[in-house]
């Protein structure tokens, strides 16, 4: 008797919430979002590869909201300062953080960010997949990944390469020695 009258209860009050919620047609509660500019924060430099997928996706969204979607690009210190500031702004929906490779990265680089990677961000999409390659002139002796590791071993100071990125310091040389990242 008890278990029946509360199924009772909660089937009432689930229907008095569905009643109330039914006020507000589903037109009228989507034209409240969003009533304001959308802010995605790109934490690089314009022009590069992250930039330009997120002026696609944000020229995209604003045809499909019929709202002002802008990049604000917030580059600098590995993307820490755009990601800190997508971190601390209002939870509202409207600043969002065009994240990358470097975000997962950024914990194991930096025992100190000035936030939770995983308690002040909830993914919302995958946007694009981006490949990481090797690349050599064609009269270098490298012919293979094999060729630049055992170059790299062998000579690790004189060893030739181009990098970026805030992990440059730390993944490369730790797969030569430790004389390879004295000189860097």
């Known amino acids: 008797m008890f278990l029946e009258r509360k199924i009772k209860t909660v089937a009432l009050l689930f229907t008095l919430a569905a009643c109330s919620l039914s006020v507000f047609s589903a037109?009228?509660?989507?034209a409240f979002f969003p009533d304001k500019?959308?802010?995605?924060?790109?934490?690089?430099?314009?022009?590069?590869?992250?930039?330009?997928?997120?002026?696609?996706?944000?020229?995209e969204m604003a045809k499909d909201l019929g709202a002002t979607v802008i990049i604000e690009n917030k580059p600098g210190a590995g993307t820490v300062i755009g990601t800190q500031a997508v971190a601390t702004s209002e939870p509202d929906g409207y600043t969002l953080l065009m994240g990358t490779f470097a975000?997962?990265?950024n914990?194991?680089?930096?025992a100190k960010l000035p936030y939770d990677p995983h308690k002040d961000f909830a993914a919302v999409a995958l946007i694009a997949r981006s490949f990481n390659i090797v690349v050599v002139n064609p009269k270098s002796p490298f012919r293979s990944?094999?060729?630049?590791?055992?170059?790299?071993?062998?000579d690790p100071i004189?060893?030739?390469?181009?990098?970026?990125?805030?992990?440059?310091?730390?993944?490369w040389p730790a797969n030569c020695s430790r004389t390879w990242q004295k000189s860097i």
């Open 37 to 59: 500019i959308i802010r995605i924060v790109v934490p690089f430099a314009p022009g590069g590869g992250t930039d330009v997928i997120a002026r696609t996706l944000a020229q």
């Open 107 to 110: 914990p194991s680089l930096n």
């Open 27 to 30: 037109d009228r509660a989507l």
């Open 103 to 105: 975000n997962a990265v």
């Open 145 to 154: 990944i094999a060729d630049l590791i055992a170059a790299a071993k062998a």
């Open 158 to 171: 004189n060893c030739p390469m181009g990098r970026s990125g805030p992990a440059r310091r730390r993944i």
